[in-house]
């Protein structure tokens, strides 16, 4: 009974330990969960052991980022294992909870409870634990910033006023519950044209780091709108893996993260 008592003191206390590190973004396709799986990918290229959490109720895309679409979780005693990946980052994903083609249409405690089932797999020394968020200010977030508080979140946004807005949403709600921001990432920004190499900006140019610097916050970095980054991650394969410029991209922003 004490010895038992004593584990799972342990293991809360390993828990504790355990750094999130909160991805969000206040609008849905701004490449939330693209950026949350390279900089997953780029940190362990820096030796960090990291995880990745992908709560994206509405559209759990970590599986198929990282080429393990049919991957099946083990578990022992009710927790899952954490599935392995080519690209070295051992993910978890809501959508391993459901059928596949399923929606996932929770009310807030079964959330809270499929929240914390992933954020208590078997994570061994894996630290931090990216999340992968859900868009917007929803019940996964407030369960996530009131319940497991994260160290720190990192907002996506494409330069577009729109996207922005949003995005200053999300800020608040960590703000309000005393998460510190790590960082406003600008996604989808300067399009290099593969013809004759004009750079230009379908979604405008440097909003996110204007919006940063007005909000006092630091601008992680931007990565491009590139067919590459599209390409690789239909593929399975994070871009950060290989050696492109877009890997670089996101090395700087692991940086940015682990500094
Ligand atoms: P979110 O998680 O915010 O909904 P995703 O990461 O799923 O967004 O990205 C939405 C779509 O945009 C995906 O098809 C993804 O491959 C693409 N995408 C994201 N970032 C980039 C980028 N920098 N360049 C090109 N395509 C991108």
């Not at 990946?85 to 399923?102: C, E, F, H, N, Y």
Request: charged share 20%.
């Amino acid at each position: 009974e004490a010895a038992g008592l004593e584990a799972r003191v342990a293991r809360t206390a390993t828990r504790v330990a355990r750094r999130l590190i909160a991805v969000a973004s206040g609008k849905g396709g701004v490449g939330k969960s693209t950026v949350s799986a390279n900089l997953a990918v780029a940190l362990a290229k820096r030796g960090r052991p990291v995880g990745l959490v992908d709560a994206d109720i509405s559209g759990p895309s970590q599986p198929r980022l990282f080429g393990v679409e049919d991957a099946k979780p083990d578990a022992a005693d009710k927790r899952m294992y954490p599935v392995a990946t080519p690209a070295g980052v051992p993910i978890v994903s809501m959508g391993m909870l459901v059928p596949k083609d399923q929606a996932i249409a929770w009310r807030g405690p079964m959330l809270a409870g499929a929240l914390g089932q992933l954020l208590d797999a078997h994570w061994g020394a894996a630290d931090p634990l990216i999340l992968d968020l859900p868009p917007g200010t929803g019940d996964v977030q407030l369960t996530m910033v009131q319940k497991h508080r994260p160290a720190g979140a990192v907002i996506v946004s494409t330069p577009q006023d729109l996207a922005l807005i949003d995005a200053r949403r999300a800020i608040d709600l960590f703000e309000k519950a005393g998460v510190p921001i790590i960082g406003l990432v600008e996604n989808m920004a300067g399009y290099a044209c593969p013809h004759c190499g004009e750079v230009s900006d379908p979604f405008g140019s440097g909003g996110a780091e204007a919006d940063a610097a007005r909000l006092g916050l630091p601008f992680l970095g931007r990565i491009p709108l590139s067919r590459e980054v599209r390409a690789a991650s239909d593929a399975g394969t994070p871009p950060a893996a290989g050696n492109g410029t877009d890997a670089a991209a996101f090395d700087a922003v692991a940086q940015a993260v682990d500094d």
